[in-house]
């Protein structure tokens, strides 16, 4: 992945509305951004904060809304403030400076205080699983509202222009009842020759308990990108490539193209999202 400052894309971290709309195909949620103001950074830190060298590129999360700032201290102005729970690459090498991390979170590139960030740890085999059992739905049809394929089974077939769009056969899915079911959300949702649509796009666009916004510097495979804006979303599942040009993905993509995988790009209204 390659690092973006805040230059090259200053106009990617400012689309930070919250729009509330459904469907597969609209708008984004992010955080807040307090340039002027940030947070109080007296607090204390956590238990689990770091203090030395990480793997260069690894993800950082912030225990508590933390301020990203143009250098190394609290001496330096706010670019913006990252929420607690958080995620931001590290773009520094690897090792602090007086305890400040180079981190790059939502396009923008500054320091953060070690004392408010822990290192995420994440399972590759967890990640492999999940990128499997979105191969294993390729092939299927588009089904507006649904979640479901069986491997060897007759992929189904979509008509017309969704959500008015006509669907045969017993499998399928829309975008988000594919990410659902790749992710396991909720963690009953385990079995894609089930049917289910436990979440919309509406759902995605916004954190929870399962999920949380990362830089799309900082995408892993079997991340994703999300939309929800003026009544329209969209969700696809990264597997490789730039988070802010060609990515490789699996999406259950629309009625005439159906589960595919693809090269494809997302535009700024999109933003990142991490469950593993």
């Known amino acids: 992945m390659s690092t973006r400052s805040m230059s090259g894309h200053s106009l ?62 609290t001496s330096y102005g706010i670019l913006l403030t990252m929420p607690g729970g ?41 990640r492999d699983t999940a990128i499997a059992k979105a191969k294993s739905g390729m092939g299927f049809s588009y089904w507006w509202g649904h979640g479901a394929w069986n491997p060897g089974s007759a ?9 008015t769009c006509t669907h045969s056969g017993s499998y399928g899915a829309d975008c988000s009842g594919f990410l659902a079911k790749v992710w396991v959300v909720p963690s009953t949702n385990s079995n894609t020759a089930v049917d289910s649509h436990p979440y919309s796009t509406v759902s995605f666009n916004s954190d929870t308990s399962q999920w949380t916004t990362i830089s799309r510097d900082a995408l892993l495979k079997a991340d994703a990108l999300v939309y929800n804006q003026n009544g329209a979303g969209h969700i696809f599942l990264y597997e490789s490539g730039d988070g802010w040009g060609s990515m490789w993905a699996y999406e259950c993509k629309g009625c005439a193209a159906g589960c595919v995988y693809n090269l494809r790009t997302a535009t700024t209204t999109y933003h990142a999202i991490r469950h593993f």
């Open 12 to 73: 990617k971290w400012l689309a930070v509305l919250a729009v509330v709309a459904a469907g597969c195909g609209g708008g984004q949620s992010s955080v807040e951004s307090f340039e002027l103001k940030g947070v109080d950074e007296s607090v204390g830190s956590s238990a689990d904060a770091i203090t030395t060298c990480v793997t260069a590129g690894s993800s950082l999360q912030t225990t508590t809304g933390l301020n990203l700032r143009s250098g190394p201290g």
């Open 86 to 126: 958080a995620i931001a690459k590290e773009a520094g090498g690897g090792c602090p400076t007086s305890g400040w991390y180079k981190l790059t979170y939502s396009g923008v590139t500054g320091w953060a205080s070690g004392s408010y960030l822990t290192l995420v740890t994440t399972s590759t085999s967890t």
């Open 155 to 163: 992929v189904g077939s979509c008509s017309g222009n969704c959500p």
